[in-house]
């Protein structure tokens, strides 16, 4: 069974930093493509970051310069810098196929980590 388990989330001001984590289980974490996905209230889940399994990475506009994702044993990270207030949402990862901005993600989502960046 696929488990996604992130964590990390918090409270900061502008300026700040959070380093995300995502523990998986249940599949074999080095042959998948990974990505960090977040949703804010009222909007749709969009796809922040993916890195392949040779660790080529890819960014939305919005956060590239800022934040970074890896890979580590079955656990993906995103630091993230320079938080802005825009960046408040809910953060959750995933496995998938990724093309630029374009993502199929492969299973059920997990329960996110909470961001808020507060003025």
């Known amino acids: 069974q696929v ?3 992130e964590s990390g989330g918090g409270l900061v001001q502008p300026g700040g930093s959070l380093r995300l984590s995502c523990a998986t289980s249940g599949f074999i974490f080095s042959i998948n493509d990974m990505g960090w996905y977040r949703q804010a209230p009222g909007k749709q889940r969009e796809l922040v970051a ?3 399994t040779h660790g080529t990475v890819n960014y939305v506009d919005s956060v ?3 934040f970074t994702i890896s890979r580590h044993g079955s656990s993906l990270s995103l630091q993230m810098n320079s ?3 825009e960046d ?5 990862c995933n496995r998938g196929a990724f ?5 199929y993600p492969f299973d059920a989502w997990g329960q996110g980590t909470q ?3 507060y003025p």
């Open 3 to 5: 488990q996604l388990v």
């Open 50 to 52: 993916s890195i392949s």
């Open 99 to 103: 093309s630029g901005r374009y993502s």
């Open 115 to 117: 961001v808020v960046v």
């Open 83 to 85: 938080l802005k207030p």
């Open 64 to 66: 590239r310069g800022r």
């Open 88 to 92: 408040t949402a809910v953060y959750y």
